[in-house]
T-cell receptor, first 113, second 112 residues
Framework: DVKVTQSSRYLVKRTGEKVFLECVQDMDHENMFWYRQDPGLGLRLIYFSYDVKMKEKGDIPEGYSVSREKKERFSLILESASTNQTSMYLC????????????FGSGTRLTVV | GNSVTQMEGPVTLSEEAFLTINCTYTATGYPSLFWYVQYPGEGLQLLLKATKADDKGSNKGFEATYRKETTSFHLEKGSVQVSDSAVYFCALKANTGNQFYFGTGTSLTVIP
């Protein structure tokens, strides 16, 4: 069964910590995406990548960075975690032009205290 | 620009009731349209899609028709079940780029 795996379901970090969220897909998809999901705001795109070592800013990149050293892995980095980054983080991937839709991971619920 | 507007929730229905969740979009060109479902504690799953005008997507009793004249992609189901309780997201993919644009989601609760 093809899937997108996010390394943690729940994470609690302290303000100012550097946080790594990992996402791995086993479908050989070129495209990978990081979203955050907040009540009333839906899904907002943070960063995306269409190829290894390639990254593009989404709608809300401030306070985040990403790394894509291998095709199957797309990491989201919170350089210095803040309480307003408490959220559900969703990773997704897609193939080619994306007409088949995204495949999502199960999400990581991050709490910054 | 590209955007999706879907009806505000939450929606509460009795089992076997008819469901409609409205979705309208703004896009340049001819987007592809999708409905995703998110069950409690899980990520989003693709429910159905339509890639051109007048296409009807269907899955698990849910249907949606791509209406270009009204820029709409409303989700319908004739008889909902308790197991349909979830959050439903309408989304579009523009015909340039691979990014999806999501609505804010509509929470559905079905009571026995």
């Amino acid at each position: 069964d093809v899937k997108v795996t996010q390394s943690s379901r729940y994470l609690v970090k302290r303000t100012g910590e550097k946080v790594f969220l990992e996402c791995v897909q086993d479908m050989d998809h070129e495209n990978m995406f990081w979203y955050r999901q907040d009540p009333g705001l839906g899904l907002r795109l943070i960063y995306f990548s269409y190829d290894v070592k390639m990254k593009e800013k989404g709608d809300i990149p401030e306070g985040y960075s990403v790394s894509r050293e291998k095709k199957e892995r797309f990491s989201l980095i919170l350089e210095s975690a803040s309480t307003n980054q408490t959220s559900m983080y969703l990773c997704a991937s897609s193939l080619g032009r994306g007409l088949g839709g995204y495949t999502f991971g199960s999400g990581t619920r991050l709490t910054v205290v | 620009g590209n955007s999706v507007t879907q009806m505000e929730g939450p929606v509460t229905l009795s089992e076997e009731a008819f469901l409609t969740i409205n979705c309208t979009y703004t896009a340049t060109g001819y987007p592809s349209l999708f409905w995703y479902v998110q069950y409690p504690g899980e990520g989003l799953q693709l429910l159905l899609k339509a890639t051109k005008a007048d296409d009807k997507g269907s899955n698990k009793g849910f249907e949606a028709t791509y209406r270009k004249e009204t820029t709409s992609f409303h989700l319908e189901k004739g008889s909902v079940q308790v197991s349909d309780s979830a959050v439903y997201f309408c989304a579009l993919k523009a015909n340039t780029g691979n990014q999806f644009y999501f609505g804010t989601g509509t929470s559905l609760t079905v009571i026995p």
